[in-house]
């Protein structure tokens, strides 16, 4: 064989060897949150990171700037943009060996929204739905819906779709989600964007990272049923004829219901092996929220602590959502974000036994005390629940209630953003004097006499009380305890209750004691 043809082989070879190794290059790819129609939250330094072939160059340009990363040796790649202010809407594109284009992306503020069934509860489900679908008409307002997913490690990629709000798509927006973005993008006049990760019947525990929970004494309560299912053999054949009996049920019982006018209950669930549970200690957290840290956001709101107060640990509360926000502040590495949450509504508890244990009023209490971690808020609807139905339809309320809070201290409008919240008690005689701060305009009993007071001695035995305003107390007695120790107000599951501030607010439940 010729020299001249040895040579066109190599060549050749050289080619195809090319070409194969082409072949089986990746493409760059972006997570799923990164997609058309997103919010990238303004005057930050936004982080934007995929997937490459190890040590690929990736070029990042939106507005007026271009970052580039090199993709590192598991294929993660990530630039960090300058502070945002671009005219909206902006085009992101992302090249390596091929081009990602996500087209109609605003820049303005972003928030996360978490939580159980109140959270996940839609507009549709909401009060007044047709009358709020037909007004929705915010392109500006855009929500993310993470797609539910349990796991049992750390996902890094989830899935849903930026979707623009508009009188055809915003039934499924998140009620509470959508009402506060609503508020928001009225007053700031800015673009806002929220990324729904919620789930119905969900414990706060499995929004938690399993690591900063296992090991933890105080958290055994939490594992210990676990461990015991898990100890007896999953039974699939059980637990299929379980589910199949359940969802024909849940079909009868909600085609009646809608005949009636009435919202559907949430279709049941198949269940699954106990690890993989979506309210298994850390499942929804590494299926839905660990896919999106680091996604810059301004701040989070959160809607959950039914399942806990139907516990048998409502006390661990507190504990709980503090550590839920240090570890969420922790991974974000943003420093201490905005977070604030509901407090749980007034619902009628139908079981005398449990209703007797108050754990709901438990749980609020837990909420109540969390705010002494920093930067954090709490919308009180002690006023706007449904005592008959654990997902009240006020969610109009819920949304406004929030984003007077995020209003005033995150963009710091001069406006009342809190009902009266108890700062201290002062014992004087057979009297208990309560102060209170965010009284904003005076105490007000709403509609006629104050209610809700009980009071007891160091017997522990609460009686009602009477009670009566001046200024920004509440002075608190009754005949049957001659040396008061302690008040309670509004301290049941659905408490009859009635003091507010001058801004309309409610107070919240509290107690001076701490006795179980």
């Known amino acids: 064989m010729s020299l001249r043809i040895l040579h066109s082989v190599g060549k050749i070879l050289i080619a195809v060897i090319a070409m194969a190794a082409s072949a089986v290059r990746a493409d760059i790819k972006l997570p799923a949150i990164f997609s058309d129609h997103m919010v990238l939250q303004r005057a930050a330094a936004v982080p934007i990171w995929g997937w490459a072939d190890p040590g690929e160059e990736v070029t990042v340009s939106i507005a007026d700037q271009t970052q580039v990363a090199k993709a590192d040796s598991s294929g993660k790649w990530s630039v960090r943009l300058d502070n945002l202010s671009a005219v909206n809407p902006v085009t992101l594109t992302v090249k390596g060996h091929n081009s990602i284009v996500v087209q109609d992306v605003l820049v303005g503020e972003v928030w996360l929204a978490s939580g159980q069934s109140n959270m996940q509860l839609p507009v549709n489900d909401a009060m007044n739905a047709r009358e709020e679908k037909a007004a929705a008409r915010f392109p500006q307002i855009r929500m993310f819906t993470v797609v539910h997913h349990a796991a049992t490690t750390a996902q890094t990629n989830c899935e849903g779709e930026w979707v623009i709000c508009s009188p055809e798509t915003v039934g499924r927006f998140s009620a509470a989600g959508y009402f506060f973005a609503r508020d928001l993008h009225q007053k700031l006049k800015a673009p806002v964007g929220v990324i729904n990760a919620s789930w119905g019947a969900t414990p706060i525990e499995t929004w938690t990272c399993l690591d900063r929970m296992a090991g933890r ?66 499942n929804d957290f590494n299926g839905m929220i660990a896919p999106i840290i680091g996604y810059a956001i301004r701040g989070a709101i959160w809607y959950q602590g039914e399942n806990n107060a139907q516990s048998e640990f409502p006390q661990l509360y507190a ?183 001058g801004a309309g607010l409610p107070a919240s439940p509290f107690r001076t004691d701490d006795r179980e």
């Open 217 to 282: 004494p105080e958290f055994a309560p939490v594992f210990r049923p676990w461990d015991a299912k898990m100890s007896v053999p999953f039974d699939e054949a059980k637990a299929e004829a379980q589910y199949q009996h359940a969802l024909a049920a849940w079909k009868t019982n909600s085609e009646a219901l809608k005949a009636a006018g009435k919202p559907a209950p949430w279709e049941p669930q198949k269940q699954v092996p106990p690890r993989l549970d979506k309210n298994y200690p850390g």
């Open 319 to 501: 504990t709980q959502l503090q550590l839920l926000i240090q570890d969420w502040r922790q991974r974000w590495g943003e420093g201490d974000f905005p977070f604030a949450w509901v407090q749980l509504p007034n619902f009628q508890v139908k079981n005398p036994a449990e209703a007797a244990r108050n754990k709901w009023a438990v749980v609020r209490e837990g909420m109540l005390r969390s705010l002494s971690v920093t930067n954090t808020g709490m919308a009180i609807t002690i006023d706007i629940g449904n005592p008959n139905y654990i997902h009240p339809a006020n969610k109009q309320g819920v949304g406004h209630r929030l984003a007077l809070w995020a209003l005033a201290k995150v963009y710091g409008e001069n406006i009342p953003y809190s009902g009266p919240l108890p700062a201290g008690q002062n014992i004087n005689g057979d009297k208990i004097i309560v102060s209170f701060k965010h009284a904003d305009g005076g105490l007000v009993a709403k509609g006629g006499e104050l209610k809700g007071f009980a009071i007891a001695g160091a017997d522990h035995q609460w009686v009602p009380a009477a009670a009566h305003i001046e200024g920004d107390q509440v002075i608190v007695s009754s005949p049957e305890v001659k040396s008061p120790v302690a008040v309670r107000y509004a301290w049941a599951d659905n408490p009859v209750c009635n003091l507010y501030n």
